[in-house]
């Protein structure tokens, strides 16, 4: 079977969506499905030979952070020509309601399509109302949908209509269990915190201001943040505070995967829009015990609390109480761990990618293939984006921070959506 698979995020920047298209991939190959991925990024050496690169992309807020898009008639141009030449048994969009690849892919192709939905949207979404009619013609030709989460379903559900199956986020159990741990990290009372720090939803503020209270009661314990972006928070810090927080800045997987195996307790201190929650599960694989806000789909990775203890979303003392009882606790912590490995082992990517193939295998028709849709053309969707006075580069129908929809952004070093995923 020949699968493409339409990633929307920039390759080359981590992502939660890019990762998990890469993986993916990796998963389909190692099934014996010949595979190629879409994405924009840039040409790389060490890029592996089964992806097609479709041009830079552009940075857009959404969803509350920054992703990387490509979106324009140069694109287009080339989402058709890849569909055209690659005879493919099933095309695999992911976020295809985002403007990028994913939704000029559906409007491109005809035949059997599967659809993954990533995000968690909480209330009205504008861009779902406003857009409803271009959202329609992407989705119209979709055979299968899928959503990673509950709350990724919930919002298909409530935004879209109609429903998916839900086939989690995956992860690799046996790169996260054998990782080696590092010393310097490896310390009693090391804490972990994982994404962007200028990031808000990511909640690192909340870890910050629970972490007096937690030194209080734990004076070994030290902070350990992985992650780009800067933040005024740090400096105004005390320094009986600043001493025991260690940037390291953006870290590979691998070094990722270190810290994880490493540290005392991870925390996952997000105060919302959290579709999934992989990087737990990373953690879990890691044999990290897991402390995270309880949101719901945290909640739902964790199993309600059995693999990981849960705080009040965006509440300090809470967080703060949490903590100190588990690094009091090393009994406590060994439990979490153990029952967050067995629980990360069910969404080990060798069982998740077999699900995936059960679901194109409900859409692939015998000898039928994916093909070039001559009546869905960009310049008709162009030419209804003009009727609209509106402009395709955007999730609010505007061009991000005055960037043309294939040029480069004049931010050029740009951000990362869903680092934690």
């Not at 295809?96 to 690849?101: E, F, G, Q």
């Not at 309880?294 to 509440?315: E, H, P, S, Y």
């Not at 015998?366 to 009727?387: I, N, S, Y």
């Not at 609010?396 to 740009?414: H, I, K, M, N, Y």
Request: glycine share 12%; net charge negative; aromatic share 4%.
């Amino acid at each position: 079977m020949k699968i493409g698979i339409v990633c929307p995020y920039d390759w080359n920047v981590p992502s939660g969506v890019a990762i998990h298209v890469h993986e993916l991939a990796e998963a389909l190959i190692d099934l014996g499905l010949d595979v190629s991925v879409l994405a924009p990024g840039d040409e790389s050496e060490e890029m592996a030979d089964y992806v097609t690169i479709a041009g830079r992309s552009i940075p857009v807020p959404y969803n509350g952070s920054v992703a990387r898009v490509s979106f324009g008639p140069r694109s287009a141009s080339r989402v058709r020509k890849w569909i055209r030449e690659g005879e493919f048994d099933v095309l695999h969009v992911h976020s295809p309601v985002t403007p990028s690849l994913g939704m000029m892919a559906c409007w491109s192709a005809i035949g059997p399509i599967v659809a993954t939905f990533h995000a968690a949207i909480d209330g009205r979404s504008r861009m779902m109302s406003s857009g409803a009619w271009i959202l329609q013609a992407t989705l119209e030709k979709v055979r299968a949908r899928i959503a990673v989460s509950e709350e990724a379903r919930r919002t298909v559900v409530q935004h879209l209509g109609g429903d998916a199956v839900l086939v989690p986020n995956g992860v690799d159990v046996a790169r996260f269990a054998s990782a080696p741990s590092r010393p310097e990290w490896s310390t009693p009372g090391s804490l972990a915190f994982l994404g962007r720090v200028d990031e808000g939803r990511k909640g690192l503020g909340v870890l910050l201001d629970a972490l007096p209270a937690i030194a209080a009661d734990q004076p070994e314990v030290r902070l350990l943040i992985a992650g780009p972006g800067e933040t005024n928070a740090l400096t105004a810090l005390p320094a009986e505070i600043s001493r025991r927080i260690h940037l390291l800045g953006r870290v590979t997987e691998q070094e990722k995967a270190e810290l994880l195996s490493s540290v005392a307790l991870f925390v996952a201190p997000h105060i919302g829009g959290e579709s999934f929650g992989i990087v737990l599960l990373e953690a879990m694989a890691a044999g990290s015990p897991v402390l995270a806000s309880d949101l719901v789909a945290f909640k739902d990775v964790l199993d309600g609390g059995r693999c990981g203890a849960l705080f009040a979303a965006g509440d300090p003392a809470s967080l703060a109480s949490a903590a100190t009882a588990l690094l009091a606790d090393p009994g406590r912590r060994a439990q979490l761990a153990a029952a967050g490995s067995e629980r990360a082992s069910e969404y080990d990517w060798a069982r998740v990618a077999r699900q995936v193939v059960a679901v194109y295998e409900t859409v692939a028709g015998r000898g039928e293939k994916v093909q070039e849709d001559d009546r869905q053309g960009p310049g008709m969707f162009a030419g209804r984006l003009r009727g609209r006075g509106s402009s395709s580069g955007s999730p609010d129908g505007g061009s991000p921070d005055g960037a043309s929809p294939d040029g480069a952004s004049p931010d050029s070093a740009g951000h990362d959506p869903g680092e934690q995923r």
